[in-house]
């Protein structure tokens, strides 16, 4: 597993806890700087945050001379953010040999209420397939 990720190093993810296909990372979110139009915090840094949780998962199933690739993602926002420490808890709702689903919900650490859920198909890829992702 490559960690930190360009990504998370931007948007100053961090891993919070990790498990064999579940994964928790954590962000402390501020409209000041991660807002939309509405002075909330953007949907795609929520979106990010979810994808990033569902990776960390995935990866940890991977063997050496495996990559994986999301097929697709779709998140549900619940409510707004203006200023939270936020944890995105990813976890498999089904493990296959080649596509996993995973489930990852968003929560709000000052009052745990969820703020976003997201599901998401990943594909395992093997050998050639794998080599140089």
Known sequence: MRYPTAISELLDFE???????????????????HGNQQGTVH????????DAAIG??????????????SI???T???RPVWHDTL?????????????????CDIVRVSDGEPVATATSTVMTLRGDRATGR
């Open 15 to 33: 891993i919070a806890a990790i498990g064999t296909g579940t994964a928790s990372v954590v962000v402390d979110a501020d409209a000041t700087c």
């Open 56 to 69: 960390t998962a995935h990866s940890t199933l991977m063997e050496p001379d495996e990559s994986f690739t």
């Open 72 to 74: 697709d993602l779709r």
């Open 43 to 50: 949907g795609g840094f929520l979106v990010e945050l979810a």
């Open 87 to 103: 944890v995105a808890h990813a976890a498999p709702a089904h493990l296959g040999k080649t596509i996993t689903h995973y489930q």
């Open 76 to 78: 549900v926002f619940l």
